[in-house]
């Protein structure tokens, strides 16, 4: 059974930052793997999709990296604003299932 | 950007009663999803489904649960006779057959509390 875990749970940085959100996840034959923002009472908007045969993606300032034989994904965030403040969630893919299992997510703050 | 509708924002029903949340997926989506996510918890899977049926389904949907695509563009979720615990935000999701976008687009989600 996947099992997904986000480190740390809650980070409070000033802006200019760069940050590294960290998801780690029990079953490695995912078939991709995507991280999410959520603010709060709000829906979830996607950031990034990983293939399970890449190895990173960036968009913008996101750079999210996929090491699938260790089971880590890392989220990388250049030069954080305050609107950057929300909950970050990562949910790997796996192969025979077509659900997604997310984490418990990174709630980030990003002050002036 | 093409989205994914969730009707009402919120719904206040009472214990008992039956309610339908609706959703219109991305139009050339072919995969359908609903999600929960009771507060301060994570996000859960219910259902997924294609090709007009269910195609997996998870522990929390049981029969009170259950899913419809009445027509070409809706995509709706019944919980037959609710009971506080299903008090959640409620996310439905599509998501396309190419290699293009195989990627999750989520709604922005119906706030069900049951009183």
């Known amino acids: 059974k996947q099992e997904v875990t986000q480190i740390p749970a809650a980070l409070s940085v000033p802006e200019g930052e760069n940050l590294v959100l960290n998801c780690s996840f029990t079953d490695s034959a995912i078939y991709n793997l995507q991280w999410f923002r959520q603010d709060p009472g709000k829906g979830l908007t996607s950031l990034l999709l990983?293939?399970?045969?890449?190895r990173e993606q960036t968009s913008g300032r996101l750079n999210a990296s996929l090491d699938k034989s260790s089971g880590r994904s890392t989220l990388y965030i250049a030069a954080s604003q305050p609107g950057d403040s929300a909950t970050y969630l990562c949910a790997p893919g796996g192969y025979n299932t077509d659900k997604l299992i997310f984490g418990t997510g990174t709630r980030l703050q990003v002050f002036p | 950007e093409p989205e994914v509708t969730q009707t009402p924002s919120h719904q206040v029903t009472q214990m008992g009663q039956e309610v339908i949340l609706r959703c219109v997926p991305i139009?050339?989506?072919?995969?359908f999803y609903w999600y929960r996510q009771i507060l301060g918890q994570k996000v859960e899977f219910l259902v997924s489904f294609y090709n007009n049926e269910i195609s997996e389904k998870s522990e929390i949907f049981d029969d009170q649960f259950s899913v419809e695509r009445p027509d070409g563009s809706n995509f709706t979720l019944k919980i037959r006779s609710t009971k506080l615990e299903d008090s959640a935000m409620y996310f439905c999701?599509?998501?396309?057959?190419?290699?293009?976008?195989?990627?999750?687009?989520f709604g922005s989600g119906t706030r069900l509390t049951v009183v």
């Open positions: 139009s050339n989506h072919l995969y």
């Open positions: 999701a599509s998501k396309g057959d190419t290699a293009s976008n195989y990627g999750y687009t």
């Open positions: 990983i293939q399970s045969s890449q």
